[in-house]
């Protein structure tokens, strides 16, 4: 049985468990900011088939290097976690922990301890459907595993070295090092076998325009797909609802062009995790034009399309490519008006969407629509913006085809 059947094995027993979450207020991370991670921490327990009955928060200037948050508070979530009454199976982390961390903590609690790369990668294992997105979880998570091997030792710890200590606690942690890092170079080398025929496939799909969804995970970029190429990629409401790169034809009037979905990416998600999809990364590097989606109801849109943006620049080197900026489910978007009395400063719900689609028009110069893909609001104006950014693509490429050089509003 591999890694990714004890992963699965993981997310089995988080169905049945009751979790509590624990988070940092920081001078750079306040207290709002927090409680937004939290929400996300939870949502993320939540897709995994947990259920988190409290959460805990101190405020603190860093992550105390043992217990991560002071003594203080360690008791208090012990306390609650041992409360026979609370039923508690899980404690959860929004940020990683070392594998120092990971042992004292389960020490004290006696309970299961989650950081949010592991959880994250529970919910890959889950998610995984296809060979290729398996390999590239397990992958992943060998690459997580690798730097914890010692901590997970930590029962063999009268074994340390030194005089009469030297015995088969080193020699096995050395062994299970070597097994990781034989898996590691295996699975990069079918991964690399399996990138070589797509990229044949993408060779094989000539020259047609290719437009790539990119996203915060959860904004609606399969719905979106769905909609677009009439196709039926799954969907739900769930984070990392979609591993899989998928790729589809699509024709607006007499354009064709090829329409990418990719994985959504999500904040605090470390580098090596979002490589592990070299596929999905190829598929973005390799389009013409990005469609990036973006939630609009949800209050830190901002800092999600930041996230987006900074992933695409550092790990896709994809920052300089043509761009839409989609904004989605505007359904859902809501508005809370200030009080004339009321003079502290506007948050985002006090922002009507009139005035940020007036200020994001005029940042993006027009490439960008407000839509909401599962109602199909304004679905049309998206179609029109989307082949005029293509028609340009492919004028490029074939410039004699002087039938797709009418505007969109001819052919309709």
């Known amino acids: 049985m ?30 709002s900011r927090a409680r937004e991670y939290l929400d996300e921490l939870e949502f993320l327990a939540d897709t995994a088939g947990a259920t988190v009955v409290k959460r805990f928060t101190q405020k603190c200037n860093a992550p105390n290097s043992t217990s991560f948050v002071g003594k203080g508070k360690l008791e208090e979530i012990v306390a609650y976690v041992q409360d026979e009454d609370n039923d508690v199976g899980l404690v959860i982390f929004d940020d990683d922990l070392s594998p120092k961390q990971v042992s004292f903590i389960e020490k004290a609690t006696r309970v ?86 797509k990229v044949i496939q993408r060779k094989n799909r000539g020259k047609l325009t290719r437009i790539a969804l990119v996203g915060y995970t959860n904004v609606g970029k399969s719905t979106l797909m769905n909609l677009l190429s009439k196709s039926d990629v799954f969907a739900e409401n769930k984070l990392f609802a979609t ?25 605090k998600l470390p580098t090596h995790l979002v490589e592990s999809f070299k596929t999905t990364l190829d598929e973005v590097r390799d389009s013409d034009i990005l469609v990036h989606v973006v939630d609009i109801s949800h209050p830190g849109f901002e800092e999600q399309v930041e996230v987006v943006n900074r992933t695409l620049q550092e790990v896709c080197g994809a920052g300089d490519k043509e761009m839409i900026m989609v904004f989605n489910k505007i359904d859902n978007f809501s508005y809370v008006p200030k009080d004339e009395d009321d003079l502290t400063p506007r948050e985002r719900e006090n922002i009507p969407l009139e005035e940020l689609q007036a200020t994001w028009m005029s940042h993006m110069a027009g490439n960008c629509v407000f839509i909401s893909a599962k109602r199909q609001q304004n679905i049309d104006a998206l179609k029109r913006l989307i082949y005029e950014k293509a028609k340009q693509v492919h004028m490029q490429r074939f410039p004699y085809n002087d039938f797709l050089y009418q505007t969109y509003d001819d052919l309709s």
């Open 2 to 31: 591999g890694l990714i059947d004890d992963q699965k094995r993981t997310i089995n027993a988080l169905a049945q468990e009751r979790a509590v979450l624990v988070g940092l207020i920081t001078p750079e991370q306040d207290e």
């Open 112 to 197: 299961k301890v989650l950081d949010r790369t592991s959880l994250i990668l529970d919910i890959f294992a889950k998610r995984a459907q296809t060979a290729n997105a398996k390999m590239q979880v397990e992958l992943a998570q060998y690459q997580y595993l690798l730097p914890r091997l010692t901590g997970m030792w930590t029962h063999l710890e009268r074994q340390r070295g030194g005089i009469g200590m030297r015995g088969p606690g080193e020699e096995q942690i050395e062994t299970d090092r070597r097994i990781v890092k034989q898996k590691i170079s295996l699975l990069k080398q079918k991964l690399a076998q399996w990138d070589k025929q």
């Open 243 to 267: 591993l899989d790169t998928t790729v589809r034809k699509v024709v607006i009037e007499n354009l064709p062009f090829l329409l990418t979905d990719t994985v959504g990416f999500i904040r």
